[in-house]
């Protein structure tokens, strides 16, 4: 299923450039709005193990998915 986190701390291209870079092997495609405040992903997630591991790596970089 399709969902869509806000995350803190995503700033620029460059920090969309290493979310992509680093998650998309792991979870396929993410798209990265940085029209939006606070900025948002949307990717495929298929399981709550799925989205844990989502928001363990994106914190390990930095970027902290919003509840």
């Known amino acids: 299923m399709k969902k869509t986190y806000k995350a803190n701390n ?3 291209e460059s920090c969309k450039n290493l979310i992509k870079a680093s998650l998309e092997d792991d ?3 993410i798209d990265v709005d940085l ?3 606070p900025k948002e992903i949307t990717l495929e997630i298929n399981s709550n193990e799925e989205e844990n591991k989502l928001k363990e790596e994106m914190k ?4 902290d998915i919003l509840d």
């Open 35 to 37: 029209t939006k405040t």
């Open 10 to 12: 995503i700033n620029c």
């Open 60 to 63: 390990d970089l930095g970027f």
């Open 27 to 29: 979870f396929g495609t």
